[in-house]
């Protein structure tokens, strides 16, 4: 099952300072028929104005991921925790028994960034909070997982750890280029292109387009043009 959802149909609102757009309900947009995909909860599209930002505010009980498209983002927490995170950068927090954190765009242009929410399998965990490099030129044509709480990643001592049966991962395709990638029963995968088209199991899908994917023992994507993939592989909720 391939369900394309339009980035143009997706809720949202701009702020003026903010520039939302969600793919599952969130905030003031609710869709009965989008909380979620398998573990996955939130996936926003935001862009952020230079000097703005999120003032410090409260979670708990979530894996957060932060994809940095263009800009960076300024992180700090009561954790003590602070950092900058720029394009190609990822950042995770460990919500856990609870956190505090601001972030906001010091950058001189508009910061631009994916903000993925993923339920955590154990409730209570401790908070924590981390920042990594990916650079781009090692996943062509392949994902690389980016952040992830899957056993087979365990080891690798690559990803970022996430406190979820799930993985955050990236991918580049050139025009033309097929990348495939197995799902598992009892798996779900939900994958946006960052930038250009392509064609996921033979249903065509733009730039920022949400693709929900399910009991499909393999993925097949090729790219009608050059194309920044991101996708999120998770166990059923």
Excluded: C
Aim: zero cysteines; hydrophobic letters at 40%.
């Amino acid at each position: 099952m391939i369900e394309i959802r339009p980035f143009a149909t997706l809720g949202g609102r701009d702020h003026g300072w903010l520039k939302a757009r969600h793919h599952f309900s969130f905030a003031d947009y609710h869709d009965p028929a989008r909380m979620g995909w398998g573990r996955l909860r939130v996936w926003n599209d935001d862009e952020i104005k230079p000097g703005n930002g999120f003032a410090p505010h409260g979670h708990r009980d979530m894996e957060i991921v932060t994809y940095i498209r263009e800009g960076a983002i300024t992180h700090r927490d009561n954790m003590g925790n602070e950092g900058r995170t720029e394009a190609g950068d990822v950042q995770i927090m460990s919500a856990g028994t609870g956190v505090v954190h601001s972030e906001y765009n010091h950058e001189p242009g508009v910061t631009k960034l994916f903000q993925i929410w993923i339920l955590p399998d154990h409730r209570g965990a401790r908070p924590a909070w981390g920042t990594k490099r990916f650079p781009k030129a090692g996943r062509e044509a392949r994902f690389e997982v980016l952040a992830s709480g899957r056993p087979q990643d365990a080891d690798t001592g690559n990803a970022l750890p996430i406190n979820a049966d799930a993985a955050v991962m990236a991918a580049t395709l050139r025009a033309g280029q097929t990348l495939r990638q197995p799902l598992a029963p009892g798996r779900v995968a939900y994958l946006v292109p960052a930038t250009g088209a392509v064609e996921v199991n033979g249903v065509a899908a733009g730039a920022r387009d949400g693709i929900a994917i399910r009991d499909e023992a393999e993925i097949v994507i090729t790219a009608r043009e050059d194309a920044e993939l991101v996708m999120v592989e998770a166990a059923e909720a």
